[in-house]
């Protein structure tokens, strides 16, 4: 059985491995890194035995749910979460990648996994020799960076999975930020997720209950895109080009950097240079006159208007995508505190949401901020989690058990600075065989939402210690005016109107009382005692 496996690892590598050969182009250097891929498929062999056989052996004669299960279950998932860490960093590029995916999937895959991996993926990429930012130079440019520009510091600013960014000039004296790929990423990319397919396939053949394939199918389809820095200047247009037309009232807070088309390629990404803090710097951003929270509701307003109007949404909103400077030119102040402008960075993973799926999304928020039960299970029904799942995809869209999200009172499904994540834990270690499946049905974009939704709860927990009874409204108002827009775009008669224009009404009062609430709410705060 294992020699089996092992020649049919080795014909899909040197399949692989012929297949970059053949569309590279360049094939000289794609056969020197498909010399690598034994060595890499191996290693992905070896990971994949020694995690299933860790499992069959710590489980073994246990009966699932007692106590001594899962504590076998949790050390074996520590144990195979640090092999899977090492096994992304040791092969890099689209490894990396993926691992990052995991860092961003709480309470989808187990806990050990989202834990191991954040605390690494974003702190420990890859780093290019300068010899090789040259190569990548002068193979798409024809010329040196000192050349292409007045001053280029050999040293980066910052390395990413996928490339790294270096501060240069312009010969016109404009500061810019120049991003440059990881050389021969392409190449290796078409290598990497073939064995990381292998990999997937082998672990849920082995074990049938764990079914991440379509995270491999998202990693399949995403990677090209990312590796078009031409197509990623491109969204970044696009995005803010949305918020003009769709979104007028917030587009002035939104800002992505000015590109340098001139001096960009497929691979070299030429940007205006931002002197900006970090989102989740909170004490960077008190310090330029800005309040976290302001920042906080600033991003749960631009992401609501991308998701539920937009239908063209950012899918990498984690801390280091995000900066944040005082509105330009902007004399206004409340209480003292400037307001804010959200600088959107890699723009590389976008995803667009059809119409019916943005609507029924929409209808899906609106009903989970209103606590609406009925309306909660008919729009997940329509996005394909099934009316026995419901509840479930409920839960991890909020991080709140079923009883919190149909709980009427305004604040349900805030989530704290002493909100006890153990029961969220528990809840997903136990459903896990029920979260796979409901990843199985639903389709990929909403997989993706989930992603966005667990980067953003991240950044809001950074800003003000969990996700405010603010975001939720902001979230709530939002969807409502989209879904409102729909049925607009809908009626057929008088009466239509009437009945739209009475639901309009009634949700303004709705939303009259949360403020009200939220207020009585901030003044307890204050008060002493």
């Known amino acids: 059985m294992w020699r089996r496996a092992a020649t049919a690892a080795l014909s899909l590598g040197a399949g692989a491995g012929a297949v970059a050969v053949a ?10 890194v498909c010399a690598h891929l034994p060595p890499r498929l191996l290693r992905d062999s070896v990971t994949a035995a020694t995690v ?44 990396i990648k993926l691992g990052q995916h995991i860092a961003q999937l709480e309470y989808v895959v187990p806990e050990e996994y989202v834990q191991t991996m ?14 090789q930012v040259r190569g990548v130079f002068a193979k ?38 120049v991003k440059v790929q990881h050389d021969h990423l392409r190449d290796t990319g078409v290598v990497d997720i073939a064995t990381v397919d292998l990999l997937v396939n082998a672990l849920h053949y082995i074990f049938p209950t764990f079914d991440y394939r379509w995270l491999v199918d998202e990693v399949r389809e995403s990677a090209p ?154 729009n997940s029904v329509k996005l394909g989690a099934g009316e026995d799942l419901h509840a479930l995809f409920a839960g991890v869209l909020t991080m709140r058990p ?48 989930l992603k966005t939704n667990d980067c953003l709860r991240a950044v809001n927990h950074a800003l003000v210690g969990g996700t405010s009874l603010e975001s939720f409204m902001i979230i709530g108002r939002v969807s409502s005016e989209a879904v409102l827009e729909a049925k607009r775009m809908n009626r057929r008669s008088f009466l239509d109107g009437l009945v739209i224009w009475l639901e309009e009404v009634l949700l303004e009062a709705r939303f009259f009382s949360l403020k009200l609430m939220l207020c009585v709410m901030q003044l307890r705060k204050l008060l002493p005692g």
């Not at 106590?67 to 090492?86: F, G, M, T, V, Y």
């Not at 954040?118 to 010899?131: A, F, Q, T």
């Not at 006159?289 to 063209?312: C, Q, R, T, Y």
């Not at 009883?403 to 896990?432: C, M, W």
């Open 23 to 32: 569309t590279s182009e360049d094939p000289a250097a794609t056969l020197k």
């Open 52 to 95: 299933a056989f860790d499992y069959k052996w710590s489980l073994w004669g246990l009966e699932p749910g007692t106590p001594a299960w899962q504590s076998a279950r949790h050390h074996a998932h520590l144990r195979s979460a640090n092999r899977l860490q090492e096994l992304c960093f040791r092969n890099g590029g689209i490894y």
């Open 118 to 131: 954040r605390e690494s993926m974003l702190k420990r990429c890859p780093v290019s020799s300068y010899e």
């Open 140 to 177: 798409d440019l024809g010329e040196s960076p000192e050349t292409v520009f007045a001053e280029f510091d050999p040293v980066p600013l910052a390395s990413a999975s996928l490339a790294q960014v270096h501060a240069a000039r312009t010969h016109d004296g404009q500061k810019v930020a």
């Open 225 to 378: 895109k990312e590796l078009d820095f031409l197509n990623e200047a491109k969204n970044s247009e696009k995005c803010l080009d949305n918020f003009r037309r769709l979104s007028p009232q917030v587009a002035g807070s939104i800002y992505a950097p000015k590109v340098y088309w001139n001096l960009s390629t497929s691979r070299i990404l030429t940007m205006e240079f931002m002197d900006a803090k970090e989102v989740t710097d909170v004490d960077g951003i008190k310090s330029i006159g800005v309040h976290p929270v302001d920042v906080s509701n600033l991003v749960s307003k631009a992401f609501a208007e991308m998701i539920f109007k937009h239908g063209f949404v950012h899918c990498d909103p984690h801390a280091a995508n995000m900066m944040v400077q005082p509105m330009p030119q902007d004399s206004r102040k409340l209480f003292g505190w400037k307001r804010p402008q959200l600088v959107l960075l890699d723009h590389g993973l976008y995803k667009e949401l059809d119409y019916n799926t943005r609507i029924n999304y929409a209808s899906l928020w609106k009903a989970l901020v209103f606590a609406d039960a009925k309306a909660i299970k008919e």
């Open 402 to 449: 079923w009883k919190r999200v149909i709980d009427p009172s305004p604040d349900h499904l805030v989530l704290g600075k002493n909100t006890d994540y153990s029961e969220l834990q528990n809840y997903a270690s136990l459903y896990f065989t029920e979260i796979s499946e409901l990843l199985r049905r639903l389709p990929r974009v909403i997989l993706l939402m």
